[in-house]
């Protein structure tokens, strides 16, 4: 069995042992290409969906690109449209300080990239297309109960299957997940195989199909990581003398990387459960509709973070893969936002009510 939470986190645990009090199990994918069966729980595999129901399409208003050529007054405007945006940006980044040094330093390259890189002569402008052929929605994940201990079920049902609208959305970014949540023995004849796809935005928004090697971890809250010393800002999902001395223990000097509690307290890569991740700024907290907050369902993540703190210590037979190669590094090919999460959350009281969706 893989095991890949960070020796480290002993440390972090002998200096806060309160945390475990607040700890809840996560289930760590590990995606790996392979082909998978309706039985199996996979990522971007066929699912066990019921003969009589229809497959899930999306009939918002989706987006269509046309591309032009552009002038070279129209040019050189969106050339310095682009500088200023990604000015603004960097300039927002540098405030929050060094609570999101790999964010600064990208955006850094990016402004770099605008200023002195080619301008384009061809623009791609979006429009709304008001009715079109409804889009159908592609396989997420497939995840029974018998393969996620810990994972807390809607009632009643063992199986959750979550697909998504591969198109681009008039009313905002990213995909447009769906999740269902079933009981198996209810389901008497399966459908044979899933619709074609009939329109997709870009190939990193259609999950390649890939077996799963669920490993148990534990997660501990989400913590305000803004290192502003004039800053009092708590996300207060631990008591406020707690996440103060973590955050205290946290800015301390010499304190290496991997040794972060954002590092040891969040597992990296698709994930299901657990809690949110630590950030400058809590929007990632929301509550539902009904007023009981909400709690991850699924975190999809362009990269599996192959080398750094969350590397195998047991489990010689699982194939991990070389953190140099990307095709390793990115298992699922899945890329659907600009820093590669996407989140859906549940409610926590009753995880058939609305879900949210977040990207970072
Ligand atoms: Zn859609
Ligand atoms: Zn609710």
Same mark, same amino acid.
């Given at each position: 069995?893989?095991?890949?939470?960070?020796?480290?986190?002993?440390?972090?645990?002998?200096?806060?042992?309160?945390?475990? #009090?607040?700890?809840?199990?996560?289930?760590?994918?590990?995606?790996?290409?392979?082909?998978?069966?309706?039985? =199996?729980?996979?990522?971007?595999g066929p699912l066990l969906w019921p003969a009589d129901e229809p497959w899930p399409t999306c009939t918002e208003p989706h987006l269509v690109e046309r591309v032009s050529t552009l002038s070279t007054e129209e040019s050189a405007r969106r050339h310095e449209d682009s500088i200023a945006r990604r000015r603004r940006s960097l300039e927002h980044l540098e405030k929050l300080g060094g609570a999101v040094p790999d964010l600064v330093e990208q955006a850094r390259a990016a402004l770099a990239k605008a200023e002195f890189g080619p301008r384009h002569m061809v623009g791609v402008s979006r429009e709304a297309e008001p009715s079109g052929e409804p889009v159908v929605?592609?396989?997420?994940?497939?995840?029974?109960?018998?393969?996620?201990?810990?994972?807390?079920?809607?009632?009643?049902? #063992?199986?959750?299957?979550?697909?998504?609208?591969?198109?681009?959305?008039?009313?905002?970014?990213?995909?447009?997940?769906?999740?269902?949540?079933?009981?198996?023995?209810?389901? =008497?004849?399966?459908?044979?195989?899933?619709?074609?796809?009939?329109?997709?935005?870009? =190939?990193?928004?259609?999950?390649?199909?890939?077996?799963?090697?669920?490993?148990?971890?534990?997660?501990?809250?989400?913590?305000?990581?803004?290192?502003?010393?004039?800053?009092?800002?708590l996300f207060g999902l631990l008591p406020a003398s707690l996440e103060t001395r973590i955050r205290?223990?946290?800015?301390?000097?010499?304190?290496?990387?991997?040794?972060?509690?954002?590092?040891?307290?969040?597992?990296?890569?698709?994930?299901?459960?657990?809690?949110?991740?630590?950030?400058?700024?809590?929007?990632?907290?929301?509550?539902?509709a009904c007023g009981a907050p909400m709690r991850p369902l699924l975190e999809t993540y362009s990269n599996e973070e192959l080398a750094g703190p969350w590397s195998p210590s047991s489990g010689p037979d699982f194939v991990?893969?070389?953190?140099?190669?990307?095709?390793?590094?990115?298992?699922?090919?899945?890329?659907?936002?600009?820093?590669?999460?996407l989140w859906i959350r549940i409610c926590s009281v009753n995880p058939r009510h609305p879900i949210d969706v977040g990207l970072f």
């Open positions: 069995m893989i095991s890949t939470t960070p020796a480290q986190r002993a440390l972090l645990l002998a200096e806060f042992p309160e945390l475990l #009090d607040f700890a809840r199990p996560a289930l760590r994918l590990h995606p790996r290409p392979g082909v998978t069966e309706i039985g =199996d729980s996979s990522v971007g929605m592609a396989p997420v994940l497939q995840l029974f109960e018998r393969d996620a201990p810990g994972i807390a079920f809607a009632d009643d049902s #063992d199986l959750v299957q979550v697909l998504w609208c591969p198109a681009q959305h008039a009313s905002g970014l990213g995909p447009r997940p769906v999740v269902f949540w079933r009981r198996v023995a209810e389901i =008497d004849a399966c459908r044979e195989a899933a619709p074609a796809l009939n329109r997709v935005f870009r =190939d990193s928004w259609v999950p390649l199909m890939c077996v799963v090697h669920p490993e148990s971890v534990l997660e501990f809250p989400p913590i305000c990581t803004l290192e502003d010393e004039t800053s009092t800002g205290e223990w946290d800015a301390a000097e010499n304190l290496p990387e991997e040794l972060s509690y954002v590092r040891l307290a969040h597992a990296p890569g698709w994930k299901v459960g657990g809690w949110e991740f630590s950030a400058p700024e809590d929007d990632a907290l929301v509550d539902c991990w893969g070389d953190p140099e190669n990307w095709t390793d590094q990115e298992p699922t090919g899945v890329k659907v936002a600009r820093n590669g999460a």
